[in-house]
């Protein structure tokens, strides 16, 4: 499903990541790494947000080659999202659903289950850092993507609404196959998700890991 070829990344000419080769099958893996290992810069680089050298494939289609195709294939929560101050979430779900051609009402039982409702009508700089990252999570769920990409979706949430995600994550990859990619310092309940594991070490290289 996804294929990641001589990919390095530097910043200021500093070498901070590089992934000599890497593929993952469809299903729901996780990114381990401690803090500064390079989940977020290989999340981004996934999701076609930052550049790097090398080539990243979903399901053969090339970042480099097909980047319009590409994007239409994955989706991004960031570990702690920025959106317009002066949105409403309303609009902000609107926007969204609007560019990736989302079902029509798609977004309702996720706003229902996380009980957004009575502040989707606010301004986005009114949200608190939770109400923000249910938001980004609910985007993420938007639309047909075939890869989901969650930089630590824990964070920030109560366990209720991690319960909630679990099962978003189940559903949607049980009903329509779509494959997930979770980076989180904090352990993911093996209970909760089957996963299997990816390691960023500290020397900034990858290593799948089994289960």
Avoid at 54 to 66: K, T, W
Avoid at 190 to 211: E, F, H, I, M, R
């Amino acid at each position: 499903m996804l294929r990641i070829a001589d990919f390095k990344k530097s910043y200021n000419q500093h070498p901070v990541l590089a992934v000599p080769s890497l593929e993952l099958g469809a299903g729901i893996h996780w990114i381990k790494g401690v803090n500064g290992s390079g989940k977020s810069t290989l999340l981004k680089a996934i999701a076609g947000i930052i550049d790097f050298s090398g080539d990243i494939l979903l399901d053969n289609v090339s970042i480099r080659q097909q980047p319009v195709d590409y994007r239409k294939k994955v989706n991004f929560a960031e570990a702690e999202p920025v959106f317009p101050e002066f949105l409403t979430g309303r609009e902000m779900i609107r926007l969204f659903a609007t560019a990736k051609q989302a079902p029509a009402g798609q977004e309702v039982p996720y706003l229902e289950s996380m009980q957004m409702q009575s502040y989707l009508d606010q301004p986005l700089g009114s949200y608190s850092s939770g109400m923000l990252k249910k938001l980004s999570l609910v985007l993420a769920f938007t639309g047909t993507p075939r890869l989901i990409l969650l930089d630590e979706p824990l964070i920030t949430l109560d366990t209720a609404s991690l319960d909630i995600l679990y099962n978003w994550i189940r559903e949607r990859y049980t009903a329509q196959g779509t494959s997930f990619l979770l980076s989180s310092h904090q352990p993911i309940e093996q209970d909760a998700l089957v996963v299997n594991s990816v390691l960023l070490t500290a020397d900034k290289t990858v290593k799948q890991l089994a289960g």
